[in-house]
């Protein structure tokens, strides 16, 4: 089924340790964005890249951080994980670059704790 | 600052009918989006209205009101599947998409 596949689903980390977040998408769509959800508060953007090769910042970028190397995949990485990162992250997928006027298309989430 | 307002959660009987409504205060606008979330899945998307009225698709119709910086999601005939946590969404005059907490809403039989 096309769409978009995260990985790990759900993992817990020590603090200080590094982790990537894996997501891919098979819909040759432009933009990627990268999410996390925390009860009570709305979807709050991390990073963004709205095609291959080019990254930007969303509202909660600290201590977090992507890459496009394709179109395909977008991996987000905590180089030294802390416990208010966890949360539920979110990967997603529009065909529309830079102007959220279609669709997004989102992965099945990963949810990581750090203790 | 950039606002949106829902109510948390709401309660609701199988076969009636429900309005979540959606208030929003942002620089600009550019697009209304309402999403379905069941409880640890993804995010899907239900509706997006960029002009004022009332978009209807099957059970589910979305309204605006672009002056009142107002949108609501009405639901019939409600069915148990439609447990879910509804998000309301706005793109704002950077095309920056704007999230509301979302409502939970409950069905009862």
């Known amino acids: 089924i096309a769409g978009i596949t995260q990985a790990p689903t759900s993992q817990i980390l020590a603090a200080g340790r590094r982790m990537t977040l894996r997501c891919t998408q098979d819909?040759?769509?432009?933009?990627m964005y990268w999410y996390r959800q925390d009860l009570g508060l709305g979807l709050r953007l991390i990073h963004y890249?709205?095609?291959?090769?080019?990254?930007g910042k969303g509202e909660v970028p600290d201590g977090y951080s992507v890459s496009r190397a394709n179109t395909d995949d977008f991996p987000l990485t905590l180089a030294s994980a802390v416990p208010s990162q966890t949360s539920v992250y979110f990967c997603?997928?529009?065909?529309?670059?830079?102007?959220?006027?279609?669709?997004?298309?989102f992965g099945e989430g990963s949810r990581l704790t750090v203790l | 600052g950039q606002n949106i307002d829902q109510p948390t959660e709401m309660t609701a009987t199988e076969g009636a009918i429900v309005q979540i409504n959606c208030t929003y205060q942002?620089?600009?606008?550019?697009?209304l989006f309402w999403y379905q979330q069941h409880a640890g899945e993804a995010p899907t998307f239900l509706s997006y209205?960029?002009l004022d009225g009332l978009e209807e698709k099957g059970r589910f119709s979305s309204f605006l009101s672009r002056s009142k910086g107002y949108s609501y999601l009405l639901l019939k005939e409600l069915q148990m599947k439609d447990s879910a946590s509804y998000l309301c969404?706005?793109?704002?005059?950077?095309?920056?998409?704007?999230w509301g907490a979302g409502t939970k809403l409950i069905i009862k039989p």
């Open positions: 997603a997928s529009s065909e529309l670059a830079g102007r959220h006027t279609g669709e997004l298309f």
């Open positions: 819909m040759r769509h432009n933009a």
């Open positions: 890249s709205n095609t291959a090769g080019t990254t």
């Open positions: 942002t620089s600009g606008f550019n697009g």
């Open positions: 209205n960029v």
């Open positions: 969404a706005v793109t704002d005059s950077n095309y920056q998409l704007i």
